[in-house]
T-cell receptor, first 115, second 114 residues
Framework: EAQVTQNPRYLITVTGKKLTVTCSQN?????MSWYRQDPGLGLRQIYY???????DKGDVPEGYKVSRKEKRNFPLILESPSPNQTSLYFC??????????????FGPGTRLTVL | AQSVTQLDSHVSVSEGTPVLLRCNYS??????LFWYVQHPNKGLQLLLK??????LVKGINGFEAEFKKSETSFHLTKPSAHMSDAAEYFC????????????FGGGTRLMVKP
């Protein structure tokens, strides 16, 4: 089954404790992206990647890191989480090297709480 | 810079009546526009997309949207609401001048009354 998976689905952590949220897709998509969803703000793009070893900042990259060492994986790293990073996070992927024309396939989401 | 405004944060309709969810966008170039739906505790699913072909776009589950460049609008409509349409809807713009970034609207929560 074609899908985007994220782990963990739920995470409660404390300020400053490094964490990684994994994202994997099995559709051989070039483009992958991370978003955070906050009430009234819709989804905001954190980082995106157009291919292996190619990443770029989205609208809200501060406090986050990403890497794209393999085509299928695009982990999101919070080196020192803070309470304002409490949010619902989505990973997405799409064909081609641009988000502009292609359907984004979304993962199920990761709900992160930073105390 | 690109931006999207969804004019209503909440819309309530009765089952069987028409649905109208409004979206206005700003883009410096010819944009691609999308509508996504998010059911409770689920990820997002594409409803339809506009990418400079026909201005009236038909999507899944009876939804359609019309691209109106003169009004910079991309409103989502459905002739007859069903209870299963209750969800949150996002209008999204993408502009190649913005470096392959997607910009989402704030979302419209659609409630359907029996």
């Amino acid at each position: 089954e074609a899908q985007v998976t994220q782990n963990p689905r739920y995470l409660i952590t404390v300020t400053g404790k490094k964490l990684t949220v994994t994202c994997s897709q099995n559709m051989n998509h070039e483009y992958m992206s991370w978003y955070r969803q906050d009430p009234g703000l819709g989804l905001r793009q954190i980082y995106y990647s157009m291919n292996v070893e190619v990443t770029d900042k989205g609208d809200v990259p501060e406090g986050y890191k990403v890497s794209r060492k393999e085509k299928r994986n695009f982990p999101l790293i919070l080196e020192s989480p803070s309470p304002n990073q409490t949010s619902l996070y989505f990973c997405a992927s799409s064909e081609g090297q641009g988000a502009g024309y292609n359907e984004q396939f979304f993962g199920p989401g990761t709900r992160l709480t930073v105390l | 810079a690109q931006s999207v405004t969804q004019l209503d944060s909440h819309v309530s309709v009765s089952e069987g009546t028409p649905v109208l969810l409004r979206c206005n966008y700003s883009s410096s170039y010819s944009p691609s526009l999308f509508w996504y739906v998010q059911h409770p505790n689920k990820g997002l699913q594409l409803l339809l997309k506009y990418t400079s072909a026909a201005t009236l776009v038909k999507g899944i589950n009876g939804f359609e949207a019309e691209f109106k460049k003169s009004e910079t609008s991309f409103h989502l409509t459905k002739p007859s609401a069903h209870m299963s349409d209750a969800a949150e809807y996002f209008c999204v713009v993408s502009d190649y001048n913005a470096g392959n970034m997607l910009t989402f609207g704030g979302g419209t929560r659609l409630m359907v009354k029996p």
